[in-house]
Nanobody, 129 residues
Framework: EVQLQASGGGLVQAGGSLNLSCTTSGLSFGDYRIGWFRQAPGKERVGVACISSVDGSKWYGESVKGRFTISSDSAKSTANLQMKLLKPEDTATYYC??????????????????????WGQGTQVTVSS
């Protein structure tokens, strides 16, 4: 059984930084892939970033390109999302999840965001203006 736990959220001023972590268990070392998603109140869940150890692919949503960096350490079963230059519109609950495809991309992230019933508690990120 795959388990994921997102952590590291908090309250930060606009322009600040946060580093989110996703601790995982049950994922295969050779097939380690993680996607970060976020959901703001009243809005649908959307993909933020994705990384796959299978083909080395990475993907970022347009709104976070150049500000967020995703990384993973499959040996430690963790994935991180470094967030810089945070904006109030980044405020949301952030979740990590296993992408449906081994290759990261917008289609994979969209399908993944709609696929799972269980997303865990996520971690809250609040950016004040």
């Amino acid at each position: 059984e795959v388990q994921l736990q997102a952590s590291g959220g908090g309250l930060v001023q606009a322009g600040g930084s946060l580093n989110l972590s996703c601790t995982t268990s049950g994922l295969s070392f050779g097939d380690y892939r993680i996607g970060w998603f976020r959901q703001a109140p009243g809005k649908e869940r959307v993909g933020v970033a994705c990384i796959s150890s299978v083909d080395g692919s990475k993907w970022y949503g347009e709104s976070v390109k150049g500000r967020f960096t995703i990384s993973s350490d499959s040996a430690k079963s963790t994935a991180n999302l470094q967030m810089k230059l945070l904006k109030p519109e980044d405020t949301a609950t952030y979740y990590c999840q296993v992408p449906l495809s081994r290759r990261c991309g917008v289609a994979t992230m969209m399908a993944t965001s709609r696929h799972y019933d269980s997303w865990g508690q996520g971690t809250q990120v609040t950016v004040s203006s």
